[in-house]
């Protein structure tokens, strides 16, 4: 099943033009998914809903522009919030 974000569609979302760091994008977008979907309960594919797929951009930039180490949901909350799946 395809990732909901590719290494390739967050350079470009990163503005990163080189190669030397794909590495590094994929881990942090593997870590910004794990975390929404943890978030949501869901399991995010490349046909998952934008705001999701958004949600993994914008915690993927966080951490690489800012170097946050906690992926905190809350700047994106507005975006996972209507997909959270309710756990009794």
């Given amino acids: 099943m395809a990732q909901p974000v590719t290494v390739a569609e967050a350079k470009l979302f990163l503005r990163v033009e080189h190669e030397a760091e794909d590495g590094l994008i ?4 593997e870590a910004a998914q794990a975390r929404v979907e943890g978030d949501v309960g869901l399991s995010l594919t490349s046909t ?3 705001p999701l797929r958004l949600a993994v951009l914008m915690l993927a930039l966080r951490a690489y522009e800012r170097g946050e180490a906690e992926m905190s949901v809350a700047p994106v909350e507005g975006w996972i919030a209507p997909y959270r799946v309710v756990r009794l």
């Fill in 26 to 29: 994929q881990t942090l977008v």
């Fill in 48 to 50: 998952s809903p934008a």
